[in-house]
């Protein structure tokens, strides 16, 4: 009900690199509720992105603390998705002026947003970032699998900022890219996670 109303006013965006899949406030699924991922991959044959919402208790210090100097606050590791929580995929913002493009370890996904080389030494993006986090897993989508789900109302689809990568453990990453988004959706930005709560 609350996704038909939303999405019917919306204008549709396409999914890509870069962009985020804002999940539909009282979206049914337990996995994805107040979720915002953002697409690292997207091609006829997969689609591919990260949690950015989902912080784990487990310390970047006692898994990686190699990455420890380049991890932004708070330096936890995230939950990426459900998918291989064994392998770790590395997002990360880049300093102001950087050209991703001339990085070999950083792979461009928008202006100052980039998917890191974990085979990187952490050390020679010191200088480049102004924070990584690293995801444990990811979600991954079959052939058309995801433009079902945005047609189906389950995601809405916007243009990811650089801060979203590295937002602070206390921030509501939901609301706050629901609020900066056009009507109607700033006023779903305070949808509780759990209705029956509210």
Known sequence: MYADRLFNALERNEPGPGQL?????????PH????VLL???HTDSMSFGVDLTSRSEVAVFNVLPDWLPVIAKPQALYIGGPL???SVVGLAMTKTGVNID???????LAPRLAHVDMRTDPEELANYVDGVRL???YAEWGPGQLNDEIDRGDWFVTPALPQDVITPGSADLWG??????????????TFPE?????
Not at 32 to 35: D, I, Q, S, V
Not at 194 to 198: A, K
């Open 176 to 189: 706050d890219v629901m609020r900066r988004q056009d009507m109607p959706l700033p006023l779903y930005a």
């Open 194 to 198: 759990d209705l029956e709560v509210n």
């Open 84 to 86: 291989n929580q064994q």
């Open 102 to 108: 001339a990085q070999p370890h950083l792979n461009r």
């Open 32 to 35: 994805f509720n107040r979720t």
């Open 135 to 137: 995801f444990a897993g």
């Open 21 to 29: 899949l804002v999940s539909a406030p009282g979206t049914m699924s």
């Open 39 to 41: 697409v690292v991959e």
